[in-house]
């Protein structure tokens, strides 16, 4: 099967995407392929290994462009001669589990081209709520700083900075919570893995645990790590289950 990846927010691209430990291990061995696309802006990485971008192009996209790319690398991938139509594993990360979440919502009809959906430190509520958590300050005055920091230097704002863009940041602020989102995921009865470290700092868990305490569906699991943002990626127990 294919795992397609989608990443969370970082100048990332398919040369510098985040370590899937035990996942790497099934694609070594042969027994899934990994599917990971540029974000727009982003060209992969120079000589000295610094990552390779376009700051205007990647400043302005938006969560459905990401959708877009989603759609295109799975049906391109698709097409391909040594994949098989059905039977793939999307996998999401913090931004990416939004972009995964909106993906499935707005292509219900080809799920049937999915066997499973695997989401990790999932901002439930949206990134709102994650900033509010995250912040000593207000959400409003972490936005005016953001806008200020790219106003000032964008490039370097996006290199340095929360990894998305102010376009970026307005569309999943205007958005809101993620909540219809993923409960049309759950209303297509896709297998769901809901992953979260119990020591993140930046996207709470216990949005995570009250949503899915909610739910009684028993093809939706949760699966909670000793570990903070991210850690999950490298502790996918669950991988040679799924796979």
Not at 21 to 37: D, I, S
Not at 181 to 202: E, I, K, Y
Request: proline share 5%; aromatic share 6%.
């Amino acid at each position: 099967p294919l795992v397609l990846s989608m990443l969370g927010s970082g100048l990332y691209s398919r040369v510098n995407s985040p370590p899937l430990p035990t996942l790497a291990e099934h694609v070594k061995q042969g027994r899934a392929a990994l599917l990971v696309f540029d974000k727009p802006g982003v060209k992969g990485a120079n000589e000295d290994g610094s990552v390779d971008f376009d700051a205007e192009v990647f400043a302005t996209y938006t969560p459905q462009d990401l959708i877009d790319c989603a759609e295109g690398a799975l049906s391109w991938a698709i097409e391909q001669p040594q994949v098989k139509a059905r039977g793939h594993i999307v996998q999401g990360h913090s931004e990416g589990a939004m972009v995964a979440a909106l993906w499935s919502q707005q292509h219900v009809e080809g799920l049937d081209r999915i066997a499973s959906v695997v989401l990790s430190d999932t901002p439930v509520k949206g990134l709102a709520a994650a900033m509010a958590f995250q912040g000593e300050t207000s959400v409003d005055a972490q936005m005016a700083s953001i806008r200020e920091a790219a106003n000032k230097d964008l490039r370097g704002f996006l290199k340095e900075g929360p990894g998305m863009g102010p376009a970026t940041f307005d569309a999943w602020m205007e958005r809101g919570s993620m909540e219809d989102a993923l409960l049309a995921l759950v209303g297509a009865r896709v297998p769901l893995l809901v992953q979260h470290g119990t020591g993140d700092a930046s996207v709470p868990v216990a949005d995570v645990t009250a949503w899915m305490s909610e739910l009684q569906a028993p093809w939706v699991s949760v699966e909670l790590f000793d570990a903070g943002h991210g850690g999950s990626l490298s502790s996918m127990t669950s991988w040679s289950v799924w796979v």
